[in-house]
């Protein structure tokens, strides 16, 4: 993966994405101040999830818990624009691998921060001291709320990188191998942020499952364990993200070393994998596992069909 450009045209390509990154961030806190857009990003939530609000109440409540959880993530980004801007003015903003040194860095750190904060603070519901209460009949665990592919997924990216990276490092004791220093030093420098995104990993899902879920019946608590699958899958998709880079970034400089013609190919697997991984941890909402909803919604009557 040789990166041999232009210093200017780097520092241009590199301005220009924190400026919109910024933007993007600003343009996305201002937008949450807007009450139609935030209730109708609930319906949407609320559609995609397949879960009915039930009272006007629960639709405020769901609301203000994905404005909290949108204005979380959006400030996390706006911090790295923050964070990446003066460090243009270092020989750093002339390299083309700032965007992932960087910003992508910093996404990953800031995300799982934001996400666990808001998820350890906000509380979607508030019944009355009096006011009847529901709850789970057992200690919940992480595979109650996500699948077996989306558990496993992160651990398996996490094993391929650390072959990738053994492999990497095992060749750079060979003389006769040459790799590409930048690449070779974004591989490592990932290897070690994804070391330390999934050894606090279990500790942080643990956090989220053991807050307390007040609710009065059973369709708040299934509220609820929407926002907590929603916290456990943006977790996983910031552990899936740093893995991730480690392998392509020590794929691409062992191809850059060994099958030079397969360079172009490497250099799109970054971009590749961060794009399909949105596709697999969503945060738009999405089903729950059945166990999870109120009987009355597991099997529900179709119009016009015997009840």
């Known amino acids: ?97 700032f965007v992932f040194f960087v910003i992508v860095t910093a996404l990953v750190a800031g995300g799982t921060i934001a996400t666990v904060a808001v998820n350890l603070r906000e509380r979607l519901f508030h019944p009355a001291p009096d006011a009847p209460r529901v709850a789970r009949a057992r200690r919940m665990m992480t595979a109650d709320y996500l699948g077996p592919a989306r558990r496993a997924l992160p651990w398996v990216l996490l094993a391929a990188a650390s072959v990738a990276t053994f492999l990497l490092a095992g060749s750079q004791f060979d003389e006769r191998v040459s790799t590409e220093p930048m690449t070779t030093t974004a591989a490592f420098i990932f290897a070690c942020v994804a070391a330390v995104a999934f050894a606090v990993l279990p500790r942080l899902d643990r956090l989220i499952l053991d807050r307390a879920q007040p609710a009065s019946d059973t369709l708040e608590l299934a ?16 552990a899936a993200i ?32 961060i794009v399909a991984l949105q596709f697999v941890y969503p945060n738009t909402g999405r089903p729950l596992p059945e166990s999870l909803y109120p009987d009355w919604l597991r099997r529900p009557v179709t119009v016009g069909a015997p009840a």
């Open 242 to 273: 740093a893995a991730w880079f480690a392998l392509a970034f020590s794929l691409g400089a062992l191809c850059a070393a060994y099958a030079p013609p397969s360079v172009f190919f490497a250099m799109q697997l970054p971009t590749w994998g």
């Open 1 to 97: 993966m040789l990166i041999d450009l232009d210093p200017t045209f780097a520092l241009a390509f590199n301005s220009v994405v924190v400026l919109v990154l910024i933007g993007v961030a600003v343009g996305a806190l201002l937008s949450m101040r807007s009450r139609t857009t935030v209730l109708n990003r609930a319906d949407r939530y609320s559609v995609k999830s397949r879960l009915p609000y039930g009272t006007d109440q629960t639709r405020e409540s769901v609301a203000r818990g994905l404005r909290a959880r949108a204005n979380a993530v959006t400030g996390a980004l706006l911090a790295a624009g923050l964070v990446a801007l003066p460090l243009l003015f270092t020989p750093l903003g002339t390299n083309m691998l």
């Open 223 to 238: 509220w609820d364990d929407a926002f907590r699958a929603y916290a456990l899958s943006s977790l996983r998709l910031s």
